[in-house]
């Protein structure tokens, strides 16, 4: 098993693509491996013949453990290769670098111990995060603890949501999860995404000053020009829902009320004011709850965030969201609204200052133009960091993002 870097000491053979008697060129993956951090791919390092699968599919198995042998006798490079990163193939020997050409994608050798003072190094190891990929802010490229936290997110979602798939009493058990019990109770290992998970919400409940308000509104307009942009050509074969213009809504909201995308700089005291937006979207999937995110969402036409969100879905859908896919979130929407519940209070996720519960829309009597009448009704719960948002700006936020919604011709006037 390679090395899969800082914190991350062992990884679960998801599946074996290769059985013994197969010829395997160096490159090709031979199996998928998890780590605490996200499904990767694992290519072999040599060609040759697969000679033996050493641990079957489900087994979680330790850094530097033999997993699989490949008879490589006539590769001469073989001799002296040591593994790097998983998912990034194995570094050669100086000689065999140096007799054979770098294949795309391939790495050549392990990054660079990453600079981090010691309690952030014992932050990461106790979030389960690898250095190496976090991206440092601090001065001279240190990382700092929100760095870390921000990394964390990476492989963590709000425990309490789900946008992607169906009740969480229809998913069951995956097989591959080891338990153990009698017939009364059962006893389930808690290890790669949903540790990673569980590590990260506590690191945040516990470091945020967490504060949640709630405001019930009116969203019949929006779900009327749904229904209307469904049918518009230029969104034809695209994901048209509310959720899209929910996070439309957000985007332009944090337009009006810059401060609220930002993050906490515990080693530094600073506040860092992001100028972009990250829009977080949180997903269950068969290996946990996730948050893959849309890179600068502020830039995109509706159009555009339709099929962002779409391909974010569809891909944790198929539990193949990559840990960059997950890193440097600076917002987060998690649509609780798709189980029925009507709200809730968010945990945020680490390195973000808000995180937005999208509750169930239902048809209730509603004073409208001074008539009571059914109308389509919601409730937004936005969750933030109090030490950098005030009760007047997460109220101006949150008010906004219903304002919006209310009158989604505002989405136009108000960009």
């Not at 074996?16 to 605490?36: L, M, S």
């Not at 509603?366 to 969750?383: D, I």
Request: charged letters at 20%.
């Amino acid at each position: 098993m390679p090395d899969v870097g800082e914190g991350l000491t062992e990884a679960e053979i998801l599946k074996w693509y290769v059985q013994p008697g197969d010829t395997v060129t160096d490159g090709q993956v031979v199996c998928e491996v998890e780590t605490a951090k996200a499904a990767v791919e694992l290519p072999s390092p040599f060609d040759g013949t697969v000679h033996e699968l050493h641990h079957p599919e489900g087994t979680t198995v330790d850094v530097g453990k033999v997993i699989i042998s490949v008879n490589v006798a006539e590769d001469p490079g073989a001799e002296g290769r040591r593994p790097v990163l998983v998912g990034y193939g194995v570094a050669a020997s100086p000689t065999a670098r140096r007799a054979r050409r770098a294949r795309p994608g391939r790495a050549a050798a392990g990054p660079e111990r990453p600079l981090a003072k010691p309690p952030v190094r014992k932050l990461a190891k106790d979030l389960g995060i690898d250095l190496t990929t976090v991206v440092p802010t601090g001065e001279g490229s240190v990382v700092t603890r929100e760095d870390v936290r921000a990394a964390a997110a990476a492989a963590a979602a709000a425990a309490e949501t789900a946008t992607t798939v169906p009740r969480a009493d229809a998913v069951p058990v995956p097989a591959a999860i080891a338990s153990t019990g009698d017939a009364r109770e059962t006893r389930i290992t808690v290890k790669g995404v949903r540790k990673a998970t569980a590590a990260a919400m506590v690191g945040s409940a516990f470091t945020a000053p967490h504060v949640t308000e709630f405001v019930t509104f009116d969203i019949t307009r929006t779900m009327k020009l749904v229904g209307e942009l469904r049918s518009d050509k230029d969104l034809a074969g695209l994901r048209v829902n509310p959720l899209l213009l929910i996070a439309k809504a957000v985007l332009v909201a944090v337009g009006r009320n810059l401060e609220v995308n930002a993050a906490w700089d515990e080693a530094n005291q600073e506040i860092v004011l992001k100028h972009y937006v990250n829009l977080g979207i949180a997903a269950a999937t068969p290996r946990g709850l996730i948050v893959p995110n849309i890179k600068d969402a502020h830039t995109q036409s509706l159009p555009e965030l339709a099929k962002s969100l779409g391909e974010l879905v569809g891909t944790a859908r198929e539990g193949r969201t990559t840990p960059a896919a997950m890193q440097g979130g600076t917002f987060t929407i998690t649509n609780v609204g798709v189980l029925g519940v009507d709200t809730g209070t968010p945990i945020l996720n680490p390195g973000e200052s808000a995180i937005l519960a999208v509750g169930a829309i239902k048809l209730q009597p509603w004073v409208h133009k001074g008539k009571v009448k059914p109308r389509q009704v919601t409730t937004l719960a936005l969750s933030f960091d109090h030490r950098l948002i005030d009760g007047e700006l997460g109220s101006t936020f949150l008010a906004d993002i219903a304002a919006i919604l209310e009158h989604p011709k505002r989405l136009i006037t108000w960009a």
